[in-house]
């Protein structure tokens, strides 16, 4: 507050304000200061490889059935009802865009997300059980209002990476909300856990109450790769 006070205190003189004017004008400051603080430092918190918004969505460019639910996701209920969002498709289709980009939105509304790839989450897993710290992980693992599991299918795990994730994801399965982006149909995931009762469960946890959406569809990456050729 004592950033304004001195020249809060200037500009009350020159207009004659009223005591409860002059405070009341200090603490609306302070307010939004702190507010903007929270803002700036939940979204740094939420390490995001970088930042991607929703409004910046090429939405004719997206796959019909994100068309179709972009709008549902932006309203952030998702996040109050506990559902999970799962975003599959072909590389390059804006998957990881409308993650991040719902993630922003939710972190200017408040919540408290974190953004992780699934190699770098079960890496953290697997260095936490050896060193006994799993519990204190779990806690901060459920703190969040919204986690974004990025990138589930480029590369397979081992028995004990398939059970820690398995664990990890099922605890917030119906409570808090997991947006997972992923390569894969869910045919193939048994391609990735190995094992096919582990797999089954997985997606029976993940996908119940959950979004599904189609992300299948034209990469605008490459659509920006031949234009920028076609430019020079």
């Known amino acids: 507050m004592s950033k304004y006070f001195k020249e809060d205190i200037t500009e009350a003189n020159i207009k004659n304000k009223i005591y409860d004017e002059f405070l009341y004008d200090l603490l609306e400051k302070e307010y939004d200061l702190r507010k903007e603080n929270g803002r700036k430092s939940r979204i740094r918190k939420a390490k995001f490889p970088y930042k991607k918004y929703i409004e910046d969505l090429m939405i004719d460019d997206l796959p019909e059935d994100a068309r179709k639910k972009v709008k549902i996701f932006s309203s952030l209920e998702f ?42 989450l079960v890496n953290q897993l697997k260095e936490s059980r050896s060193e006994k710290t799993l519990r204190a992980f779990e806690n901060r693992f459920e703190k969040y209002d919204l986690i974004i599991a990025d990138e589930l299918g480029y ?36 391609e990735i856990f190995k094992d096919p009762v582990m797999t089954a469960a997985m997606i029976d946890r993940l996908t119940h109450k959950s979004y599904i959406v189609n992300m299948n569809g034209n990469s605008y990456r490459l659509k920006e790769t031949k234009l920028w050729l076609e430019s020079q």
Request: charged share 15%.
């Open 79 to 120: 996040i109050n009802t506990g559902q999970n969002i799962i975003l599959a498709g072909n590389p390059g289709t804006g998957k990881t865009h409308m993650a991040i980009g719902l993630g922003i939105k939710a972190c200017n509304a408040g919540y408290n997300v974190l953004f992780t790839t699934i190699p770098l």
């Open 155 to 190: 590369i397979s795990f081992d028995k004990e990476a398939s059970e820690l994730l398995f664990t990890y994801l099922s605890l917030r399965a119906g409570r808090k909300s997991t947006i997972i982006t992923t390569n894969l149909s869910f045919e193939r995931w048994d």
